[in-house]
Structures are given as structure tokens and as C-alpha cells.
């Protein structure tokens, strides 16, 4: 469970304890939830991939080897990998790539479209994400592989500090190779 998703979780029972009690016990944690629960900064991602670039390496793999796989959601909430291949919808099953993405802390996947010339498709390994403000908005946050580099405006040197909400396509920060960060706000 990431951080941002575990803290959520938390301040959703404390409000909903609070508002159980008495309407006047509502506003701190309400305010606590939606203050963000924040997104690891850029460096604490970057050492968990210079930690963990093997396993990364090895999910990609996978992933690369199955092209059949479009995207999959790691419910963590029922213990349960929804996969799709192609447009079906499948829940359960792909027991390797559940362990793989949990190890990672990985909630989704999503491949892009292989090349027409043969080669690597892009993937995207979305790792954490948070309610950006009152209304629908969020924002998303990950890993992506990336064999064809971003158009030049969609990548920054760092994230932090940066205003997410221009973020409406994703953007990236290089890691090294072929890697990179992305930050998604989708509003």
C-alpha cells in the first residue's frame, strides 16, 4: 500500500467515525484528508528504483513477453489482479504478475501500443496516487518505460516543486536508460 492510499484510508475511518459521534467533531479530519496525504518526492522514488531496477527490469519483462496484457489494476482492498487483454475484462488469475506488482508496490499497469517495426512497447507503472482538491481531480504517479523519448516540452528535471496541475498529459523526468518518472493530473 502506498503511502498516500494507506493515510487516505485512515482519515476516511476517522471522519467517518466523527461524523458517527457528532456533526461538531467533523472538521479536523476532514481537513486531514483533504490536505493530500502527499506523493513520495522524486528522490525517494528514484532510490526505490536504483533499490529495486532489477525487479523492475524483470516486471517489464514480463510485461514485454505478453503482449496479450493492455493493462492490469492491483485491487489491494480484495487481493485481487483485474487484468485486460485487450478489451475483456478478466478479475483474478496472472498469480506472477500480482506478485510482482505487490512487491513493487505497484497498483497499475498500462501498455502502449507496440511499434509497427517490432521492438519494445512503452509501459507505465503507476505506484501512487492522491484527491488533488475538492472536486474529482487527481493526481498520479510512477515509472514509465520509455524505449521512444517524450516529446521535448513534456519533460522536466524534477517534479518537486513544479505546479502538477500543468501536468494534463503526462509528463516525465529521466532516470537513466529508457526510464523515467511520470506525473499524470487528471481533472
Known amino acids: 500500500m502506498t503511502r498516500s492510499t494507506g493515510y487516505r484510508k485512515c ?19 476532514t481537513l ?8 513520495p518526492s522524486d528522490e525517494a522514488m528514484i532510490r526505490n528504483f536504483d533499490r529495486r531496477q532489477a ?3 524483470e516486471l517489464n519483462a514480463y510485461l514485454q513477453a505478453r503482449p496479450d496484457i493492455s493493462s492490469a489494476f492491483n485491487n489491494r482492498d480484495r487481493d485481487t489482479l483485474v487484468v485486460w487483454y485487450g478489451g475483456i475484462r478478466q478479475e483474478g488469475g496472472e498469480e506472477v504478475l500480482q506478485q ?4 513493487l508496490g505497484v497498483r497499475r499497469v498500462m501498455r502502449g501500443p507496440s511499434p509497427p517495426e517490432g521492438g519494445s512497447a512503452s509501459i507505465i507503472f503507476e505506484t501512487a496516487w492522491m484527491i488533488a482538491g475538492l472536486g474529482p481531480s487527481a493526481l498520479y504517479k510512477g515509472y514509465a518505460y520509455l524505449p521512444q523519448a517524450p516529446e ?8 518537486d516543486g513544479l505546479n502538477l ?3 494534463t498529459q503526462r509528463c516525465y523526468q529521466p532516470i537513466r536508460d529508457d526510464w523515467y518518472l511520470f506525473v499524470l493530473y487528471v481533472d
Not at 482519515?11 to 479530519?29: F, N, V
Not at 486531514?32 to 506523493?39: A, V
Not at 510482482?100 to 512487491?103: D, P, V, W
Open 11 to 29: 482519515y476516511t475511518k476517522l471522519l467517518l467515525y466523527a461524523l458517527s459521534q457528532s456533526s461538531r467533531y467533523w472538521l479536523i479530519p
Open 32 to 39: 486531514l484528508l483533504l490536505s493530500g496525504c502527499g506523493l
Open 55 to 57: 525487479d523492475f527490469l
Open 100 to 103: 510482482q506488482m505487490n512487491g
Open 152 to 159: 521535448p516540452h513534456l519533460v522536466h528535471d524534477s517534479f
Open 165 to 167: 496541475r500543468y501536468c
